[in-house]
Nanobody, 123 residues
Framework: VQLQASGGGLVQAGDSLRLSCEAS????????MGWFRRAPGKEREFVAA????????IYGDSVKGRFTISRVYAQSSVHLQMNSLKPEDTAVYYC?????????????????WGQGTQVTVSS
C-alpha cells in the first residue's frame, strides 16, 4: 500500500489548511487511518485517527477543537482539516493505515506510512 499525502504549505497563524491522503489500494478502505506529525527535534506525535467507516474519531490533546479528520465511508482516502493554526503546529505530517478497522494513537498500530507533507505556520 502506498500513501500519497498532499495539501501542506506555508501559512500564517490563525489560517487553515486541509491535508489529504490517498492510499493506493482499495484494501485500505477496510482499515482505520490516522495522521501523525514530527516537528524538528521532537518525537513523532499523534494528531488524529478515524475508523474505516468514518464514524469513530480520536484526536491528540494539542489539536482537539481545531482539527477535524474525516473520510468517506469505506474509501481509501482521509482528510485533515486544520483550523486556527499555530506556529507550534509546524511539522511534517504523515498519514498512515492501521492494521485493523479502527485508528489508534499508538504508532505501532499502523503498518503503512506516507512520505509526509510539510506544514509551516508563521507567527
Amino acid at each position: 500500500v502506498q500513501l500519497q499525502a498532499s495539501g501542506g504549505g506555508l501559512v500564517q497563524a490563525g489560517d487553515s489548511l486541509r491535508l489529504s491522503c490517498e492510499a493506493s489500494r482499495r484494501t485500505a478502505s477496510n482499515n482505520g487511518m490516522g495522521w501523525f506529525r514530527r516537528a524538528p527535534g521532537k518525537e513523532r506525535e499523534f494528531v488524529a485517527a478515524v475508523s474505516w467507516k468514518g464514524g469513530s474519531t480520536i484526536y491528540g490533546d494539542s489539536v482537539k477543537g481545531r482539527f477535524t479528520i474525516s473520510r468517506v465511508y469505506a474509501q481509501s482516502s482521509v482528510h485533515l482539516q486544520m483550523n486556527s493554526l499555530k506556529p507550534e503546529d509546524t511539522a511534517v505530517y504523515y498519514c498512515a493505515v492501521a492494521r485493523g478497522p479502527y485508528g489508534s494513537s499508538d504508532s505501532s498500530a499502523y503498518n503503512y506510512w506516507g512520505q509526509g507533507t510539510q506544514v509551516t505556520v508563521s507567527s
